[in-house]
């Protein structure tokens, strides 16, 4: 019953073992990229400036109509009729 219980299942540990020294060098160059990021990361925010500038907002109208009529940023909707001429029905 010991015998079962201590079989190494995981192969041969002791000769040509390589992965502790390989894990090592990787845990060593993740902490060596998260010291250099946090480095460009600090050196960047310095470089803000202390305050930006507050953009006023834009003013609201004063009544509600000026809402429903269309500005000349946006093309108004085509009627049905020019939906019609155009999909060729």
């Known amino acids: 019953m010991t015998d079962l219980l201590a079989v ?12 502790g020294p390989m894990g090592l060098f990787i845990i060593v160059l993740m902490a060596v990229a998260t010291v250099l990021l946090i480095r460009n ?9 202390d305050r930006f500038p507050v953009d006023e907002p ?9 809402l429903d ?13 020019e939906r ?4 060729g029905s």
């Open 8 to 19: 190494n299942n995981f192969g041969d540990t002791r000769e040509g073992s390589l992965m």
């Open 69 to 81: 009529e269309p500005s000349a940023e946006a093309p108004a909707e085509p009627s049905a009729e």
């Open 58 to 66: 834009p003013a609201a109208p004063d009544d509600a109509s000026a």
């Open 41 to 49: 990361m600090n050196a960047r925010l310095r470089r803000l400036p």
């Open 84 to 87: 019609a001429r155009r999909t």
